[in-house]
């Protein structure tokens, strides 16, 4: 499912989903969905909690003049609609979103003023409530945000002017930061990450001039950082 974002000419609102057959000669077509978003946006986040879709914050205008949202909406899977949740305490565009024990946390961002933020909120799906958090150790926008098994990890990004290349990581129950080995290579922002078994991999970004096409794993319980083999091709702005 791909969700919002801008088309080169309008803002999105609209949803489309990727029907995917179980034989590989059948033809996997993709289709626009009934249920769009109330408000079309993009550089925003998300996250699943319990077959439940959050999209947080992002933007409903360019990144030449931003206007930051607080909103969020959610989709059931299965269901025909976007319903409008408790809103973030803040504006915030080009955030990190993630999942962590039952919670979907807005990391960061920029706000309505341009500022990179260390601000941390979480929000409660049973209490559709948000709560503030510990702020990070850095502020940072267009960073990546994944967690792994206790822990939500937020990795590189930009702040102030300056490209990153730290990491931190959050417990929800200590409510507390770490700040863990730094990513290797040029500092970057704008690059993707995802998680596998026990490694959280990041992908590509850009140091503002070039664009990356190198590869990085991260083992948690070594707190170390391997290179993988690098992409064919560099890109930033890149999801994983």
């Known amino acids: 499912m791909v969700i919002g974002g801008h088309s080169g000419t309008s803002m999105l609102s ?29 550089t925003h986040g998300a996250a699943v909690v319990n077959k439940t879709i959050y999209i ?4 409903s205008t360019l990144h030449t003049n931003p206007t930051p949202l607080r909103s969020m909406e959610a989709h059931v899977v299965g269901s025909s609609e976007w319903v409008p949740k408790a809103p973030m305490s803040i504006e915030r565009w080009v955030l990190g ?22 601000s ?39 702040s102030n002017g300056k490209d990153m290349n730290s990491v931190e990581k959050y417990s929800l129950r200590a409510d507390a930061w770490t700040t863990v080995t730094s990513l290797p290579g040029v500092a970057r922002w704008a690059m993707g990450a995802a998680t596998m078994r026990k490694w959280v991999f990041v992908v590509g970004g850009s140091d ?4 990356q096409k190198d590869v990085y794993r991260y083992e948690p319980g070594a707190d170390k950082w391997e290179r993988m083999a690098d992409m ?3 890109r930033d702005g890149v999801r994983a």
């Open 120 to 158: 941390v909120e979480c929000y409660s799906p049973p209490d559709d409530a948000w709560s503030s958090k510990a702020s990070m150790a850095q502020a940072r926008s267009y960073h990546a945000a994944v967690s792994l098994d206790d822990y939500l990890y937020v990795i590189a990004g930009y």
């Open 56 to 59: 947080v914050g992002g933007s």
């Open 208 to 211: 503002g001039s070039v664009r």
């Open 97 to 118: 979103v993630a999942a962590l024990e039952g919670q979907v946390c807005a990391t960061g961002g920029r706000d309505k003023d341009g500022t990179d933020l260390s």
């Open 232 to 234: 064919g091709t560099a």
């Open 14 to 42: 609209s949803v489309e989903e990727l029907q995917v057959l179980p034989s590989a000669s059948a033809s996997n077509s993709w289709s626009l969905e009934n249920a769009a978003l109330s408000t079309a946006r993009y």
